[in-house]
């Protein structure tokens, strides 16, 4: 194996996460807008709260490990794509910057409707780059840009219907959770009708269509049975293995495009030591949040 | 913020006569939109490089404040805390999005740049990752668990996000020093190898850039936090009282201003040496010098001292230094806006000192005052509060204004290049047209952000803490932050009987 694949390994771990954390909390945005109740809402923001902003470096951790270990591919993705891929820009600035904003004067409903539309804009963006790139398509505004455009919105909006209803029950809101119950049966339903047609359409032949039907399925039957832990699981393997058959379809000429050797011994070796630091104070992150409300400080 | 545009404004009225334009010869970009990309730039820069300096500095005196109260008990140092922390994660995450803006510009903006030379400089934004990351991770566990931790735990917690922003702060600079004195590398036919990423990180600007910019975001930050403070404090002198919190509120982020002032006065010096060793063409700009000559003057806004910049640099009335003349026309940078954004921070630096040296004197007075009066001596400073206090008002900004012009010195001090002497800033521009509508979207979306930011923090501080836990129908039931007790429960006493 060549540093050329453990750096590519890292950069699709790191979209990885960055679909499954920062993408839910995309979705979590789009269902923001979508739902008229206070309630659902309200888990929404508490779910998001201490999260999203850890969930969106990894945007930031796969953009720079892309420059430093394949700069001209970098380089020529962005210069293409630029005017998505400013637009996505600029709709992380509204998401991020509206939901703190709402948080800190919940009296300004603007501020939840910007925090809205960019979560979808966002991710929207984003997916049609990816899709244009993965299918060597020219433009976002192609069929496949479009397509892959509105998957990968649909895909972080059923991800985030998924987390949504432990998140719901977790804060005894059981109405929250039969709604978010509801939305992700609807959505992972549309999603996976909507996915294997375009997979088909697209010539992909990958096993991993298999895989993500599989996981896509036995994710509707957990949510039926109400296994919520379980179908987070599930729910995510589903939409991971879309981005992988999509990475397979690029065909990047990655060798070409390495660094030297000795950028990526440093990268890997700072990202060994830093591993060291971030992975438990992520897992610290995660577990604090995850626990049921605390009692009131007395 | 209207500074940071004006600043925009004046590096980008600037590059026509940077020159390179004349010869089209490069990519493909129009000369419109050349321009608009290095405006976009430097806008979108000039308005993080305010935040992330708040993102420095506002844990910091956050946590000092947070130390004094788990010391003494004290509710009026819990609620400051408290404050600070809620503003500090508003401006946290407008910088964090804000800086997010840049690493697409990286590529959108100056595809050519990265291409050629990502991965020289990769490494340390690898590491600046891996920082932000460890910060991002604290700041919500240190915003969000209030409640979920002991107090002694949540201040611990604070302090990862303090030491990583000072991290990941360096860790970007080492890439603009690298951009100075590039390091690191072989061109050989045109193409990098060789790369040695930790003599690029390590490059000989490093140093000084980060040391003085660093300084330089803590005195912005302390100065633009106490100037909230002092207005509140005018206030409540013309109501013929001074609050305690509102006293604190100004004293402790003035102090962290304060100090930094003097040791930026060191550290300048020590920057302009290292320009004048190392890039001759920004340091004919900067101090105006046309023409090589033997005891050249010091040359400010309208007065000349004779000599005294041959004297000041090498300690001698007479030696001769390099001009504009000697750098060719080609490679030479927009002179004026150089020389007078440079002019701007000295001016500014200066005034501040003078205020720091107003503050410390005073508090000086104020302590002799005291140990021979006892308790009367705390009145004796009152005379001079409203002026000393007015002019404090203005130090946030002014601070501000000093490091952005600071930041358009250095950074249209090095043009014609993007890195220094290697590569010209045209080579490295996205060919693609239309880069001006970009700018002119970036510009409309961040100037209602910059709007909201400060309208947001304006509500905020008008808004009263709650007094008791709300109940059921509280606005904001998902924030386990607003159900902590405002006042007093933070004590001693109170944490010992959990």
């Known amino acids: 194996m060549s540093y050329a694949d453990i750096a590519l390994g890292l950069i699709l771990l790191g979209l990885s996460a960055y679909l499954l954390f920062g993408g839910a909390d995309f979705g979590a945005g789009l269902w923001h807008l979508v739902s008229r109740r206070r309630t659902d809402k309200d888990v929404i923001e508490h779910a998001m709260g201490p999260l999203w902003e850890a969930n969106h470096v990894w945007l930031i951790f796969v953009m720079v490990l892309t420059w430093t270990a394949f700069p001209p591919i970098f380089a020529d993705v962005t210069a293409r794509h630029w005017v998505p891929l400013s637009l996505a820009a600029l709709g992380i600035v509204g998401r991020g910057s509206a939901f703190v904003f709402s948080k800190a004067v919940p009296d300004r409903s603007r501020y939840r409707w910007v925090f809205g539309v960019s979560s979808v804009l966002t991710p929207y963006c984003l997916g049609a780059v990816a899709a244009a790139v993965a299918t060597g398509e020219g433009s976002w505004l192609g069929a496949a840009g479009v397509y892959g455009g509105v998957l990968t919105t649909a895909l972080c909006a059923y991800l985030a219907a998924v987390y949504l209803i432990w998140d719901a029950r977790r804060l005894a809101d059981d109405g929250a959770a039969l709604r978010f119950r509801g939305y992700a049966l609807l959505s992972g339903a549309a999603v996976g009708l909507f996915a294997l047609p375009g997979a088909a359409a697209l010539g992909v032949h990958s096993p991993l269509i298999l895989l993500s039907a599989a996981a896509g399925l036995t994710s509707l039957v957990l949510i039926v049975r109400r296994a919520y832990l379980a179908v987070r699981v599930t729910g995510a393997l589903a939409v991971v293995t879309v981005l992988w058959g999509a990475a397979e379809m690029a065909g990047l000429d990655l060798d070409a495009a390495a660094a030297h050797d000795a950028v990526l011994q440093v990268v890997f070796a700072a990202l060994g030591v830093g591993a060291l630091i971030l992975v438990p104070s992520m897992t610290w992150l995660f577990v604090l949040f995850q626990r049921a409300a605390p009692k009131q400080r007395p | ?498």
Request: charged share 15%.
């Open chain 2, 1 to 498: 913020m209207s500074t940071v545009a004006l600043l925009a404004d004046a590096v980008a009225a600037a590059s026509p006569a940077a020159g390179p334009l004349a010869d089209p010869g490069h990519g493909a970009a129009s000369p419109a939109d050349f321009m608009a990309a290095r405006q976009q730039m430097a806008f979108t820069l000039g308005f993080h490089i305010v935040l992330a300096s708040i993102g420095i500095g506002l844990p910091a005196i956050t946590l000092l404040a947070e130390w004094r109260s788990l010391r003494t008990g004290d509710p009026v140092y819990a609620e400051l805390a408290r404050r600070w922390m809620k503003a500090a994660g508003v401006l946290f995450a407008v910088g964090a999005v804000s800086g997010t803006v840049l690493s697409f510009e990286m590529g959108t903006l100056w595809p050519g740049f990265m291409d050629k030379y990502g991965q020289v400089f990769g490494a340390a934004f690898a590491l600046e990752g891996i920082a932000f990351f460890i910060e991002a991770i604290f700041m919500g566990i240190y915003l969000y668990g209030w409640d979920r931790l002991s107090p002694r735990a949540h201040f611990a917690t604070g302090i990862p996000v303090v030491v990583a922003g000072l991290l990941s702060a360096s860790f970007v600079l080492t890439v603009n020093s690298w951009m100075n004195q590039p390091r690191g590398f072989k061109l050989v036919d045109g193409k990098v190898t060789d790369v040695d990423p930790l003599a690029a990180m390590f490059n000989p600007a490093t140093p000084v850039q980060a040391v003085h910019l660093i300084l330089a975001s803590l005195m912005v930050c302390g100065f633009i936090v106490a100037s909230v403070y002092a207005v509140a404090l005018l206030r409540d002198h013309r109501a013929g009282r001074v609050d305690r919190y509102h006293r604190l509120g100004f004293a402790i982020p003035f102090s962290l201003g304060a100090v930094c002032a003097p040791l930026q006065v060191v550290v300048g010096d020590w920057a302009i040496r290292f320009v004048h060793d190392n890039q001759p063409a920004k340091f004919a700009a900067m101090e105006g010098v046309e023409h090589t000559e033997a005891g050249v003057p010091f040359r400010f806004a309208f007065f000349e001292i004779p000599n005294a910049l041959s004297l000041m640099l090498k300690f001698d009335a007479h030696a001769t230094l390099r001009g504009m003349d000697a750098i060719p026309e080609d490679v030479r940078p927009p002179a004026e806006v150089v020389k007078t954004s440079f002019e701007i921070m000295i001016a500014l630096g200066v005034a501040l000192l003078a205020l720091a040296a107003w503050w410390a004197l005073a508090w000086w007075l104020r302590r002799r005052a005291a140990g021979r009066a006892g308790e009367l001596g705390r009145r004796r400073d009152l005379p001079w509060k409203p002026w000393f206090l007015r002019t404090a008002a203005l130090a946030g900004v002014a601070a501000a204004i000093a490091m952005e012009a600071g930041w358009t010195t250095t950074e249209v001090g090095r043009q014609p290049w993007i890195v220094y002497g290697v590569m010209r800033t045209e080579e490295a521009v996205n060919p693609n047209p239309g880069l001006r509508w970009g700018l002119y979207i970036v510009l409309a979306v961040y100037t209602v952000l910059a709007v909201a930011t400060i309208s947001v923090l304006r509500r905020m501080r008008r808004r009263p803490e709650p007094a008791l836990p709300s109940g059921g129908d509280a606005p904001e039931p998902s924030a386990p932050t607003d159900e902590a007790p405002a006042e007093g429960t933070r004590s001693r006493e109170v944490r010992s009987g959990r």
